[in-house]
Each structure stands twice: as C-alpha cells, then as structure tokens.
C-alpha cells in the first residue's frame, strides 16, 4: 500500500495539557476520540466529510484540521468533535502544517508537492515544488520543525527531506534513506535532543539526532507488542503512542525506554494510521505552540 506554531505534539509530556487522543482510521473513513486516562471511547467526530482520513494538526484558532485524502480536502473540526467546515481543497492531501504567520501547508502525496493557504483557506500558490530534493509522496509527519524549516517524510524514497520554512527551497535530506534501516517513513516527533521517526515498513520507531539527523538508535524494536505497520504517534505522559495500522491496534511504549507498554486500543478500528493528542481550550490558549500526529493509505498504490 502505496507542521510561530510549531509541532508540539512532540513536546507535551504533561497530562494536566490534554484528555483525548483522536484517532484517524484511513480504510474506516472515520476518526474516532478516546479519554487518554481511560482508553474508553468517547465517540467519533461527526461523520459524511471524511474519505480516507490522514494527517491532523490542531490549527492557531483551536480547531483541529484533518486531511482527506480521497475527498480532496481539509476538513476542520470543534474540539468536541463537531464538523466546522471545508477548510480548503488539495491534491490528494495527506497532512497540513502551519507556520508562525498562521499560513497552512498541506503536503500533496500524488504530485509530490507541498501547497500554501493563506489562514482563510485562500490558496497562494506551491510551496514545495513537485519532486524537489527528491520528494516522491509527501507524508503525514510533514512538519515545522524547531528551527522553522519544513520538514517532509518522502515514503516512496525514504528519506526525511528539510526545506526552508520561507521559500520552500530544499536543503537536501534531513535523515537519508536508509539510514538506520528506515524504510516508508511517516511521522516524525521532536523530544528532547532527538527526533522519533516511524518506519511503516520497518514496523519500528527510530530515533536520530534532532539537530543533525544523524542515526542514534532504534527505539522502539521491530515487531515490539506486535507493531506492524507503525504509523502515526504521539507522546503524552509517560508514554509513547503508535498506531499499528496492518492489525488494527493503538500501542504504548516507554518513552524514556521504548519498552513495550501495552495496547491501549484493540478493537473498533480499521486501518488507523494517525494520531493526535487535543487539549481543552484554555491549555491550548496556554501553550506557545501547536502540533500534529497524523496518517497511512494507500488503497490505489501498492
């Protein structure tokens, strides 16, 4: 089968700034919500706008935009899970960032593209050119990172690929294909001194330098809890979160350690490729930045 408001996702680690992981489930057509003390289901977000949902990112005004990839669209959303409109059109999009002006950028996997709005909505043009610095199929960790700079995991070509946060000029690869085994990458996640990258193929989380990109280690083994298919993640409390999207299941890993955890979901899934940790409103008004978890596909391509 075939993201100033930078990703912050990768930083909350404290469990007073959120209570729900929202879950994209691409095959299913839904995303669902779950209490992260509990792991109960809280239900989905309103259905009939989703086709093939993937990246999420919680934007500057609070909503969380959600791609659809089969719909063409982005998809905006209440925090209580309530649709609150179409918030722009795209070439099979897969994930959306937003820089410090608020602009939105929304990764296009079939043109191998990257695409800019304006906060309305308004497109103003490419960002990211087709096939620049070798980009062949955008995926759902397309992120602002730390430094301002955009940064592109490239699936079909393996490598994470960094372009300047203002032009959208490439500066080459970030973390080159291959390294330390990586293979389809999909979502990345800044901690500390290290960058977390899911390897979909790999079924395993790797961890580079978050500065120079450089291999550290595996952190989170092949196959660990059953991984397969490791996708979209998240961090929050003690814990690192990871879709396994091949059999259906959410799992938690030690975030200090990458030790098995446990599955946090099991059942009601279908093909659950991102996630996202949403805070209430007044933590979110708190926080100086924003982030994302997001997604998989590919139902044409194999």
């Not at 759902?140 to 490239?154: A, I, M």
Request: cysteine-free.
């Amino acid at each position: 089968m075939r993201t100033t408001f930078f990703l912050l996702t990768a930083f909350i680690t404290h469990a007073a700034l959120a209570e729900e992981l929202w879950v994209g489930s691409y095959t299913g057509d839904h995303i669902k919500r779950y209490d992260l003390t509990t792991g109960t289901l809280i239900g989905p977000v309103e259905g009939g706008h989703l086709n093939g949902p993937l990246g999420m990112s919680l934007g500057p005004d609070g909503k969380v935009y959600a791609t659809s990839e089969l719909t063409g669209s982005v998809e905006t959303f209440a925090q209580d899970g309530s649709w609150k409109g179409r918030f722009a059109t795209a070439s099979s999009p897969t994930a959306i960032a937003f820089r410090h002006d608020k602009s939105a950028f929304v990764a296009e996997f079939d043109t191998d593209s990257v695409s800019w709005y304006a906060p309305d909505g308004t497109p103003k043009g490419t960002f990211v050119t087709a096939g620049s610095g070798g980009l062949d199929g955008p995926d759902l960790g397309t992120v602002f990172g730390p430094d301002g700079d955009l940064y592109v995991p490239s699936f079909w070509s393996g490598a994470v690929l960094r372009y300047d946060g203002a032009t959208g000029a490439s500066k080459g690869a970030f973390v080159v294909a291959g390294s330390g085994g990586l293979s389809q990458p999909r979502q990345m996640l800044w901690r500390g001194p290290y960058v977390y990258v899911s390897s979909d193929n790999g079924n395993r989380v790797l961890r580079y330098d978050g500065t120079s990109g450089a291999f550290v280690d595996t952190f989170v083994t092949t196959g660990s809890g059953g991984l397969n298919g490791a996708s979209g993640m998240a961090f929050y409390g003690d814990s690192l979160y990871v879709t396994s999207w091949r059999n259906n299941r959410i799992l938690r890993y030690d975030a200090a350690t990458g030790a098995f955890q446990g599955a946090f979901v099991t059942t009601g899934l279908s093909g659950p490729v991102s996630l996202l940790v949403v805070p209430e409103p007044a933590s979110l008004m708190a926080l100086t930045a924003a982030g994302t978890a997001l997604l998989k596909r590919r139902r044409s391509k194999p």
